[in-house]
């Protein structure tokens, strides 16, 4: 007779693809729980656990990322595992899963971003904040690309966190990037940059921004960057100014840019503009460089539902600038043999269920948590609950899971040795995180990062051979 699934006996067998918060707010919530016996194995792409944590939030928000001694402890856990340089759809496949795992969790993020679309988006130097942000915070696929920062402009579209991020990382003097863990290289290239001016474009007005009032303030307290803001462009319609009387957190950002527009520059090397109702239109180039963005004046309309959209109003700009970082928003990729919504680029999901777009029916077994849950919105303890939610799902449905094929943990293991792949463990991933830390210690850093997955492998190999 086989045993029940989520007994002692029989422990309910988790799979979860990602190592982003998300997968680790489920993890945790999955072993913390008491009414059912669960193990889980994590699966990343790359070597090192943490998601955006680590190649996301800014490399000068340090207090943030202590976020990450949260995960180690549920890493900690013996009924957890994980499996680093191990990617989902070419290391390992939906079927080996399905056999191996009760219950698989897609916890992926949204790992590409949207586009402009408009004429000269291609042109070099014209960049996503994804890419630029993966670059300096020295995630392993970006750690080649080249940015050229000897133009005196930079012009940052769009008005969310990672635009503030952005537009800071630029505006930030070296003294100050120095005690953060930025990658060496960025730190070199950042050191040399002639940019003087950084222009950030809202489409709408400033009662429509999304950024957060922390993030808006920062901006004032920099030490080599004033900020510049027109109070022309502050003036709120009516629609705005109740949107503004409505939120607190709306308030505080119009007052903080007020704040601004009423500051005398103080004649630092650096400027950041934060400019409102403005549309870029094309980007124009001279020898396949980027040189300058055109920019459409705008009006804010109500629609039928009283929300405000931008609409051009044909009158004209353009600002010289020798960069442009496109930040409108991430967007997810589909993973093989998974549902994927092509226009929210998520996974379609039921309260974290997932189910095919096609019946309309939750798949059983199939669970997905995070950024490829509800898409790119949200802070890091925004996944708790969310995780929470999902992970809910996935007891709730212990009766009605079909139990795997093959649940014995060594038969992951000997899958990717068979396999011929380099994963990375745990313990794998404390060598590194240790070595990274104590190279951050000798030079006043949080850490200095591995930037080579190479190097990684290459230097577990040594310290495992040294233990040995
Ligand atoms: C630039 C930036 C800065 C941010 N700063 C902050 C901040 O300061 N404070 C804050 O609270 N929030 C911040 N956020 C938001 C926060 O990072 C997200 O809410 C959170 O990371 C989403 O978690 P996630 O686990 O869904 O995705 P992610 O963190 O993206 O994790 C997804 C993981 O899945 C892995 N993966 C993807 N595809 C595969 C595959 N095929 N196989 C195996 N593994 C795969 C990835 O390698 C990654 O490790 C920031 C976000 C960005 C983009």
Redesign the pocket.
């Known amino acids: 007779m086989t045993s029940q699934l989520g007994t002692v006996e029989r422990p309910l067998r988790v799979a979860i693809?990602?190592?982003?918060?998300?997968?680790f707010y489920a993890a945790g919530a999955l072993l913390q729980q008491k009414e059912v016996s669960a193990s889980v194995d994590m699966?990343?792409?790359?070597p090192t656990p943490h998601?955006?944590?680590r190649y996301?939030?800014?490399p000068d928000?340090q207090k943030?990322k202590s976020v990450a001694k949260l995960y180690d402890r549920t890493a900690a856990d013996p009924r957890f595992r994980f499996f680093g340089n191990?990617?989902?759809?070419k290391d390992i496949t939906h079927a080996d899963l399905h056999r191996h795992y009760d219950q698989i969790l897609y916890?992926?993020?949204?790992?590409s971003d949207r586009k402009l679309n408009i004429l000269g988006e291609e042109l070099m130097g014209s960049f996503s904040a994804t890419e630029f942000?993966a670059w300096y915070n020295g995630h392993p696929d970006f750690a080649d690309l080249e940015f050229d920062l000897s133009g005196e402009v930079a012009v940052v579209v769009g008005v969310g966190?990672?635009a503030m991020?952005v537009a800071r990382i630029l505006a930030r003097s070296i003294d100050e990037l120095s005690a953060t863990d930025i990658t060496d290289y960025a730190l070199e290239k950042l050191a040399q940059s002639q940019i003087k001016d950084i222009y950030v474009l809202s489409r709408r007005g400033p009662a429509q921004v999304k950024f957060t009032p922390p993030e808006i303030k920062e901006f004032g307290e920099l030490a080599i960057a004033d900020v510049v803001v027109n109070g022309d462009e502050l003036a709120l319609d009516p629609l705005s100014a109740a949107e503004a009387a409505a939120s607190t957190e709306t308030q505080r950002n119009v007052e903080h840019l007020r704040d601004y527009a009423a500051r005398a520059l103080t004649n630092k090397p650096r400027r950041v503009h934060f400019r409102f109702l403005v549309s870029p239109v094309e980007i124009l180039g001279e020898d396949g460089k980027v040189s300058a963005v055109r920019l459409e004046k705008n009006r804010l309309r109500a629609d039928a539902n009283g929300n405000l959209s931008a609409e051009g109003t044909g009158k004209f700009e353009t600002i010289p600038a020798g960069l442009v970082l496109r930040s409108v928003g991430?967007k997810g990729i589909p993973?093989e043999d998974v549902p994927y919504d092509q226009r929210n680029g998520t996974i379609p999901n039921e309260q974290g269920r997932v189910k095919d777009p096609e019946s309309g029916k939750v798949i059983a077994g199939e669970y997905v948590?995070?950024?490829?849950k509800r898409g790119p919105t949200?802070?890091?303890?925004?996944?708790k609950p969310d995780a929470g939610e999902t992970v809910a799902m996935m007891l709730a449905d212990l009766p009605t899971t079909p139990p795997a094929a093959n649940p014995n943990p060594a038969a992951i293991d000997a899958l990717l040795e068979e396999r011929q792949l380099n994963f990375v463990t745990i313990e794998g991933w404390r060598i590194l995180d240790q070595l990274e830390v104590e190279s951050g210690q000798a030079q006043g850093k949080p850490r200095v990062k591995f930037t080579r997955i190479q190097e990684m492998l290459e230097t577990l190999h040594a310290e495992i051979h040294l233990k040995a």
């Open positions: 693809i990602g190592a982003g918060p998300a997968g699966f990343d792409r790359l998601g955006l944590v996301g939030v800014a928000h943030i191990v990617d989902f759809g916890a992926v993020g949204a790992q942000v966190n990672v991020d991430y993973l948590v995070g950024w490829a949200g802070v890091i303890g925004t996944n």
